[in-house]
């Protein structure tokens, strides 16, 4: 493939790639179904991109989000802490562990930048710009900006959580953002996926499929 990207995917174009984590795939901790499916159609994808950025989820054990932190609590429980609630999830992606790995088969080298989220013992971190109290920003919207990236692109994992949070927070930070729901596996917790359709199309989030990029870049 030449260097030369698209238009469409030039220099203010950057692909974030939320959370392809063994534990978030089939086999591991906290299984997306079929999350493993979106490894490949992401490997494709950002090859098209010149900018990447991945996020990996990145725990300390006795992390709050864990029911096992909360004694007689079950995953999928959700309970009110400091930031409010919190759903509790079975342990994952434990820092330095096998489940908090990249998936083996994701090839992006040419990513610039990874963002670990979820390190601080006592908040969670859904999306990729801010951690769950809302307040505590990972860093993201002044790399991109630094860098001159007006216009994010989401793929990974889970549709309705991760990939949600963050593209909210990259829309209220004004980039322009688009989802690539092939490229995504939602985890539909409660009706969670149908909310998110709901959110993306209040907040002017587009939905995108990747064959739309097949057509601007064929190969
Ligand atoms: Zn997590």
Redesign the pocket.
Known sequence: MSGDSPAMFGDNSVLIVV?IQNDFCPGGA?AVPRGDEVVPIVNRLAAKFRHVVLTQ?W?PQG?L?FASSHPGKQPFETITVAYGPQIL?PD??VQTTWGAEFHKSLQIAHAGLIVR??ADRSI???SAFYENDRKTQTGLAGYLRERGLTRVFLAGLALDF?VRYSAEDARREDFAVFVIEDACRGIDIGGSIAATHRSFAALGISCLATREFASNNPT
Request: proline letters at 0%.
């Open positions: 959370d906290l989820d725990h992390h989000s999830w994952h992606c989220k979820g969670d971190s859904y991760c």
